[in-house]
């Protein structure tokens, strides 16, 4: 990262360009994680978005149907995602304007998230978001991510942040060709199981997306159910009186 | 000065490591993987993380290689020196509030991470201790550079009961998902069992990485194969002569 502490007669002006570029993000969202399953993809996300330390937003839609074909999800600044919306807006819009019977696919708009990514890091000012881009077109079905840098790539299993060290683990274990719907959703639910239990800034309100040849849905909010009566937790210092 | 020259200091040999241990129905399961590295070289491929406190306690360490062996070696002598003083079996809050205090007065900059499991008289008990001094007493627990993959296996795959099959099967499927996820870890699934009486310490559990492209055939290196350029013999002749009776005259 570009440190700009100088003391000296252009201190002022290091300290307008500055200005002019994101350092650190404020409000952010944890992970997302995605798997392609048989009739397409499906993508989880909670709906937090913290501030520093503190939960502040309970009900931040991080995931967003993008054209006709795909969905995007992302962690990272929320301010930042919004961004990418409106680019993605305006890009779809002069699709439509084309008329011209074609649409773009996921592939296509993962490729514009690439270069919008890469570019923004060139010039030292990064859109601050790790992106999942899922879509199903013509039978099919595509689940790519691009991350804060412009590193991108495309498999069956993707998940941002926490999510990598935490779910990819259970994902490249038990993710199998085809599962179906319930199956899909059950493997994904116990990957956001575990972020909600060891990934600080989790919260239990989630949603997950499904994309099929047929569109997009975004399923409405809803909660895990988490087990917390572990003999152990009832009484720590049973051995030895007054420790801990 | 020698930093300003790019001469990068030693780093130190660390267990980049995933260490776990969970409690089951009779007593305590450790697990370990081998990997030794020092800075991104792997320097020992089948390293030794379970250590020996008591015959009934075992203690895994991640962190610097130096600090887990020594530290888990002054407790148990310690450890030892007590059984002696009061004969009676050790109890693993006894080690683990000699590792803690010893720790904390050190105030961090002993840098080991441990996973400390047992079973004495007043049960099974498992505990992690952090580098400055703090513990936690835990159903199941991992550390190390690999503990997250770790602990996703056993969050979302331990309940309470389990039998020793089942212990020593999710154990290893921790610590397999540490040894393929993170870089730090590798090689061989140590394990260790611990219940009621009996301590059975199964090195190399479980090898998942046998060396893959080994020659059949072995090499052979016949007469002829290399080029003799030129032959000089020098015979080897005696330079001292020894007469018997010869020696320092008093």
């Given at each position: ?244 | 000065m020698l930093l300003q020259k790019g001469v990068q200091p ?144 056993f969050e979302s795959k331990y309940r309470e009961g389990l ?66 350029l030129s032959t000089k013999t020098t015979p080897l002749k ?13």
């Amino acid at each position: 990262m570009h440190s700009s502490s100088s003391v000296d007669k252009k201190g002022s002006e290091i300290f307008e360009m500055d200005s002019q570029r994101t350092l650190y993000p404020y409000v952010t969202g944890t992970s997302v994680i995605g798997i392609k399953y048989k009739d397409g993809i499906l993508i989880a996300a909670d709906m937090g978005g913290s501030y520093g330390s503190t939960l502040r937003y309970k009900s931040v839609e991080r995931m967003k149907p993008v054209g006709k074909h795909s969905l995007l999800g992302a962690s990272g600044e929320i301010s930042d995602f919004q961004e990418i919306l409106r680019y993605l807006d305006e890009l779809i819009l002069y699709d439509n304007m084309w008329d011209d019977g074609n649409s773009l696919g996921p592939k296509e708009v993962h490729n514009y998230l690439n270069r919008l990514m890469y570019n923004r890091r060139n010039k030292f000012n990064p859109l601050w978001n790790s992106l999942v881009l899922g879509g199903v077109k013509n039978g099919q079905k595509y689940l790519g991510m691009v991350s804060i840098i412009g590193i991108h790539f495309e498999d069956n299993h993707v998940a941002t942040g926490f999510g990598n060290h935490l779910a990819r683990p259970i994902l490249r274990d038990e993710w199998r060709e085809d599962m179906s719907y319930e199956e899909g959703v059950k493997l994904l639910e116990k990957c956001m199981l575990v972020l909600l239990y060891r990934d600080r800034s989790a919260i239990n309100k989630l949603q997950i997306a499904k994309i099929t040849e047929d569109g997009v849905s975004i399923s409405p909010s809803y909660a895990l159910k988490t087990f917390w009566k572990f003999s152990a937790f009832q009484n720590p210092a049973k051995g030895a009186e007054g420790s801990w | 000065m020698l930093l300003q020259k790019g001469v990068q200091p030693p780093s130190f040999r660390k267990t980049g490591t995933t260490i776990v241990g969970l409690v089951f129905q009779d007593g305590v399961i450790l697990g370990a993987d081998t990997r030794a590295t020092e800075g991104p070289i792997v320097c020992d491929k089948n390293c030794e993380k379970i250590h020996y406190m008591a015959p009934n306690i075992y203690c895994c360490g991640a962190g610097t290689a130096a600090d887990t062996e020594a530290v888990t070696d002054m407790v148990s002598s310690q450890l030892q020196l007590h059984r002696y003083a009061t004969g009676r079996e050790s109890r693993v809050v006894t080690a683990l509030t000699l590792l803690k205090s010893h720790l904390f007065s050190y105030q961090g900059h002993v840098s080991a991470a441990l996973v400390l499991g047992g079973v004495d008289i007043t049960g099974p008990h498992l505990h992690t201790i952090y580098p400055h001094g703090s513990t936690d007493t835990l159903p199941f627990a991992t550390m190390g550079s690999g503990s997250l993959a770790a602990m996703a296996m056993f969050e979302s795959k331990y309940r309470e009961g389990l039998t020793r099959d089942e212990g020593i099967k999710l154990v290893c499927e921790a610590i397999c998902s540490g040894i393929f996820n993170d870089l730090g870890s590798g090689s061989n699934v140590d394990v260790c069992v611990i219940t009621k009486g009996r301590t059975e310490y199964l090195r190399n559990h479980q090898l998942p990485n046998p060396r893959t492209y080994v020659s059949s055939k072995g090499y052979s290196f016949a007469k002829g194969q290399t080029e003799v350029l030129s032959t000089k013999t020098t015979p080897l002749k005696e330079k001292v002569e020894v007469i018997e009776g010869d020696a320092m005259e008093e």
